[in-house]
């Protein structure tokens, strides 16, 4: 069987050259283009060249990450890196010799290819480069969706404008018949089962204690799971990091004889200092972060350090790596209420504060319908048929 094809964009970037130096990388499925990881490091004073080089490590090992033995198609817009690691040029800079021998050490050099591209087509790589400089000038990390303002411009180099958080793209308007855009891609989203904090309605989400399945929660996950095997549709189980969710995907991995593939984008949000309290405590306690928090999807619990923007955009990247990865089949995706509302709402290109008007009780299922043109389609909100 051929190996599987990944691209990897990488860019680098120095303001003053040298001077405050970053990198981005992306990481596509070579059949779809969908991208399906993401890397950028603020790397303090460098040029721009040990930027580029740097950005083609972390691209290089963000892809042996997803698959060592695939095939790589490198694309950046230095001319100097290509050259160099394709072995037409020779390298002679003492910075740069070091940064293409650690290059050639992440993966067999016969797996990997160069590729020049024009910078319009590398915009994705320096999108990342920026943020990652951004951040470092401003004394925060890079973090996968965060867009802060931009920093003074360094003298000689023009300031970046401020970029809102991208929102992961909305399904495009328009009917087609099923058979003409082939099989679709299905999401079954399945909450996990109840925790002792469920019942209580305590925010519970990546930040805090991690609680595992009460007896309920397994006899839901139970029920769930034979629900599923009768239904006999689902080819994969893909599930949070979390303990719950890792517990009730098991139990339908279980009864299907599939095995659960953990993907990190699809934990719940990080609610900070509200970790274990209800939401008359919160509204006690905070009342002025939990009216911002319900007002604007970029604002962040008490102490936390993501936003429901932040979410969306890595439930979104979460999204396109399962797509890239099981098209044509019927997935099961195990997770919390945030990223599922998240999902269900992008798939109906509804604003961000409709996730407060959907209901979605302990080891409830979704489903939604992902088509080759843009589409999605939701099939089920919030079914319980299976716990009655």
């Not at 009460?214 to 034979?226: D, H, I, T, V």
Request: glycine content about 8%; hydrophobic content about 40%.
């Amino acid at each position: 069987m051929a190996p599987r094809r990944l691209i990897v964009e990488a860019d680098g970037g120095s303001r003053g050259n040298p001077g405050p130096a970053g990198y981005g990388a992306v990481v596509r499925d070579g059949d779809t283009g969908l991208i399906i990881a993401e890397a950028a490091e603020f790397i303090g004073r460098a040029t721009n060249n040990v930027a580029e080089y740097r950005g083609l490590i972390a691209g290089l090992k963000a892809a042996r990450a997803i698959d060592p033995d695939a095939a790589v198609d490198v694309r950046m817009d230095s001319k100097l890196v290509v050259e160099q690691m394709s072995g037409r040029w020779k390298i002679k800079h003492p910075d740069m010799q070091p940064l293409a021998a650690e290059a050639r050490t992440v993966l067999p050099r016969a797996q990997v290819t160069y590729r020049w591209i024009p910078r319009e087509q590398n915009k994705d790589a320096d999108r990342l480069a920026n943020e990652a400089m951004d951040a470092g000038q401003a004394g925060r990390p890079w973090e996968p969706g965060a867009r802060p303002a931009a920093s003074p411009a360094v003298t000689g180099t023009p300031p970046v404008a401020e970029e809102p958080l991208a929102e992961p793209a909305a399904p495009r308007a328009g009917w087609a018949a099923p058979a003409d855009l082939g099989t679709p891609t299905t999401f079954v989203l399945l909450r996990h089962g109840e925790t002792p904090l469920t019942p209580e309605k305590r925010f519970s989400g990546s930040g805090g204690s991690d609680p595992a399945l009460s007896e309920k929660g397994r006899w839901q996950a139970e029920r769930a799971a034979e629900a599923l095997a009768a239904r006999g549709t689902v080819q994969a189980v893909v599930c949070s990091p979390m303990q719950r969710t890792r517990q009730t995907a098991q139990a339908v991995a279980d009864r299907l004889g599939l095995e659960v593939r953990i993907e990190e984008g699809l934990r719940e949000l990080d609610f900070g200092a509200w970790e274990g309290l209800t939401f008359a405590e919160v509204q006690q306690r905070y009342p002025a972060d939990l009216d911002a928090w319900l007002g604007s999807a970029k604002a962040k619990p008490t102490g936390s350090a993501e936003s429901f923007t932040n979410l969306t955009h890595r439930t979104g990247v979460a999204r396109d790596k399962i797509l890239a990865r099981y098209p044509g089949k019927t997935v099961l995706v195990v997770s919390h209420v945030s990223p599922i509302k998240t999902l269900v709402r992008l798939a109906l290109g509804a604003p961000p504060d409709s996730v407060y008007r959907m209901e979605l009780s302990a080891a409830s299922l979704c489903a939604v319908q992902y088509y080759s043109d843009g589409n999605a389609s939701v099939r089920l909100l919030n079914d319980t048929a299976h716990l009655r």
